[in-house]
């Protein structure tokens, strides 16, 4: 299934919420999985700039800064903390490249990645990872003409409440 043009994008909303359950679900403190939740949301910094999905949405290059960046707060004794922050900042530009074309790989592999996930009982894999040229190129991506999705839907409320809704169970039972 390809996204068409009209098909909402992947919104802030949901790329914070996947962060937060995941990390009230192996028990941080819900102080400290707000603060992570906010750094999942950096990638998107680069809208700022002129480009989305690129240099800031690259796995491999999250890996790259985040490993020396680890090891200075592991002097500070905030390793874990840096762990925790860049395992789950890498799933902003995995949750897009679900939804779109995206540098994942960058520099290693200069085209833009997309994962396709439909599941059928019978049929080819469940996994389609297409780096086709029907897909958005390099300037595409370097020149949006806009913000490529809203920072919050109806959809993506639905969801998030859904997500939350273990979470935000126990909030009110305590």
Same mark, same amino acid.
């Given at each position: ?14 790329h ?8 009230? $679900?192996? +028990?941080?403190?819900?102080?400290? #999985? !707000?603060? *992570?939740?906010?750094?999942?949301? &950096?990638? =998107?910094?680069?809208v ?28 500070? $004794?905030? +390793?874990?903390?840096?762990?925790? #922050? !860049?395992? *789950?900042?890498?799933?902003?530009? &995995?949750? =897009? ?6 540098l ?32 958005r ?38």
């Amino acid at each position: 299934m390809e996204v068409s043009e009209g098909e909402p994008k992947v919104e802030a909303l949901l790329h914070f919420t996947v962060v937060l359950a995941a990390s009230l $679900g192996i +028990g941080i403190e819900p102080e400290v #999985a !707000l603060i *992570l939740s906010v750094i999942a949301l &950096l990638p =998107d910094i680069d809208v700022f700039f002129g480009f989305h999905r690129m240099y800031t949405h690259s796995a491999l290059l999250m890996v790259m800064v985040g490993g020396p960046a680890i090891a200075i707060l592991s002097f500070f $004794g905030l +390793g874990r903390f840096g762990l925790l #922050a !860049l395992s *789950l900042a890498l799933t902003h530009p &995995l949750i =897009d490249s679900f939804s779109d074309y995206t540098l994942l790989l960058w520099p290693a592999f200069r085209k833009p990645l997309r994962f396709d996930f439909s599941l059928k009982l019978i049929g080819a894999s469940p996994l389609k990872i297409s780096s086709e040229s029907g897909g958005r190129t390099k300037d595409e991506i370097q020149n949006p003409d806009h913000l490529e999705g809203p920072l919050a839907t109806g959809r993506g409320v639905v969801i998030s409440i859904v997500i939350l809704f273990p979470f935000l169970l126990k909030w009110v039972a305590a």
